[in-house]
T-cell receptor
Framework: DTEVTQTPKHLVMGMTNKKSLKCEQH?????MYWYKQKAKKPPELMFV???????INESVPSRFSPECPNSSLLNLHLHALQPEDSALYLC??????????????FGPGTRLTVL | GQQVMQIPQYQHVQEGEDFTTYCNSS?????IQWYKQRPGGHPVFLIQ?????EVKKQKRLTFQFGEAKKNSSLHITATQTTDVGTYFC???????????FGKGTKLSVKP
């Protein structure tokens, strides 16, 4: 299995809702990432988990809360989001311990719309 | 801060023409990676370059890493409609931190 899966594919939520994005990989990769991508922009790093521990938090607002329950799963909990948080949220994984040493495998993303 | 500049932002070509996108870093890189994102898709890894002056080929794609390890290019020979998408370079300095993505070059190919 050489893919990263993400659910849901699409999500529409109100500003008072609480929702979660899920990501899964079964490649034995040691690092997992959350990126945010706006239209016509490159992926923007949010969080990196290395060996199940949060290693990078790119000053992301607390309304985004990551969680890594085990080495294969990564969640992003969303609460009290703003319309400007609407974007494609991409999960990625890499075999190395995190950073940029090796290839990152991206999931298909969750298209999030905040009303 | 560290930056990776990528040009051009857009490129429109006729099918069969060549295409090149360039990346330039403000700092020396340990490696540079290239990704392709099809419209409506997600980034897909193409290649990683590590050595100074390295050149790698994948069929019609040629990737180069500069001697100073600060710049890189991707050249596509005889473009096809399947080459359509946005090509991102992403550099890593080797110290703490993640890949630094360029802004991407969006390639459109007219049949």
């Amino acid at each position: 299995d050489t893919e990263v899966t993400q659910t849901p594919k699409h999500l529409v939520m109100g500003m008072t809702n609480k929702k979660s994005l899920k990501c899964e990989q079964h490649m034995g990769h040691r690092a997992m990432y959350w990126y945010k991508q706006k239209a016509k922009k490159p992926p923007e790093l949010m969080f990196v988990y290395s060996y199940e521990k949060l290693s990078i938090n790119e000053s992301v607002p607390s309304r985004f809360s990551p969680e890594c329950p085990n080495s294969s799963l990564l969640n992003l909990h969303l609460h009290a989001l703003q319309p400007e948080d609407s974007a494609l949220y991409l999960c990625a994984s890499s075999q190395d311990g995190g950073g940029g040493a090796g290839e990152q495998f991206f999931g298909p993303g969750t298209r999030l719309t905040v009303l | 801060g560290q930056q990776v500049m990528q040009i051009p932002q857009y490129q429109h070509v006729q099918e069969g023409e060549d295409f090149t996108t360039y990346c330039n870093s403000s700092t020396t890189l340990s490696n540079i990676q290239w990704y392709k994102q099809r419209p409506g898709g997600h980034p897909v890894f193409l290649i990683q370059l590590v050595k100074s002056g390295e050149v790698k080929k994948q069929k019609r794609l040629t990737f180069q890493f500069g001697e100073a390890k600060k710049n890189s290019s991707l050249h596509i020979t005889a473009t096809q409609t399947t080459d359509v998408g946005t090509y991102f370079c992403a550099g890593w300095t080797g110290s703490q931190g993640n890949l630094i993505f360029g802004k991407g070059t969006k390639l459109s190919v007219k049949p």
